[in-house]
Each structure stands twice: as C-alpha cells, then as structure tokens.
C-alpha cells in the first residue's frame, strides 16, 4: 500500500492536495456547525471598454458608455463563516465572454474577508483559486484566479467588481482575463 502511494504521490502536486484538503475540511466543518454555513449566489456581467465612446452614429445618438457588457456569469458556492467577518468556501459557476465566444466553467475555493465600516455595511476583499475549463472548445483547461472587492449590506446583498483569470490560452492571446461588475447575495 505505502508503495502505491509513493507511485502515484508523484502525480498530484501541492496544489491539488491544498484544494482538495481545502474542500474536504469545508464539505466537513459546514455538516457539523450547522450555525456557520452560509450560501452564495453571484450574477455578474463582464465588460469590455467601449471602442465608439463619444461617437455618434447614423441616426445621430452619441455613444455615452465607456464600458459594454460582454457577457454573463452565474456563481454559486457553499461554506463555512466566522461572525460574517471571515469564510472559506467551494464555488462553481458558468461564464459566458460574448467577444471571445467562449463558454467557461470555473470550480475554486472562496476565501473572504469582510470587516464593518458602519452598522449596517461591510466592505469585503473575495480571492478564489482553482481551475477553469473551457466548454466547446477542444481541451481547454486552466489555472481560474479571481478577486472581488465589494460592499455587503446586513442583508448578506452586495454590489462587487471582480477580476477574474481564466488560465488558459485562447486565440491569439495568453490567458483570457475579464472584468466584471455584478450583485451577490449571501444566506447565513
């Protein structure tokens, strides 16, 4: 047995052993503190600057907006919190980049930290690492980083902008990136 795992030890690297011993401790911890569970639900838009701003077209409006959207992106996630001020979680979602045409899945581990500014806001800073895979796309599979900066009332709702790397070289580029503006809602 001891050699069956030394042979096959040399496949998975640190990282993989983090994120899996990431979502066993959460997957454990949320069933026995039922108290400090909490779900997440995002909706965003990613956007793309807007090549016509101040341009005005054939019927003689003026393009007013610096930035587009581009696409939608769906999230959802379950963990565990400390107070509201601290969580880990496991997150998966669906991202869609029109311009890019390209249809990710990302599945990473979520950790936030979220203090009070004033009674009823929080501001918070959200980081998520994982891997992401390309749907349709042959084999594109990639390294997914994001990171969040938001404001979070009482109500667990929230305004975000994101940055988020998807880890993968698509077309003529390295590594598809986007940035997102979107709402989150959080059940404790």
Known sequence: MLLFLRVHFKYFTIKKILLLVLFLVTISLQSQQKKNRFTQF???TP???????????SNGVR?????LPDGLSLKYGVGIDHKKWVSIGVHTGIDWIST????????FANFKLSPKV????RVYAQV????????GKGSLIGIYRK??????NNEGVSLFIQVSDFGFPFVNI?????????FSMITF
């Open 118 to 121: 004033s009674e009823d806001v």
């Open 42 to 44: 995002d909706i965003s």
């Open 174 to 182: 390295d590594s598809v990136t986007s940035f997102s503006i979107g």
């Open 47 to 57: 956007l793309k600057g807007n090549s016509t701003y101040g341009e005005i077209d």
């Open 63 to 67: 393009s007013d907006y610096w930035f």
């Open 128 to 135: 998520g690492y994982g891997k992401s895979l390309g749907i």
């Open 100 to 107: 890019q045409k390209l249809v990710a899945v990302p599945v």
């Open 147 to 152: 990171i969040s900066l938001g404001l979070e």
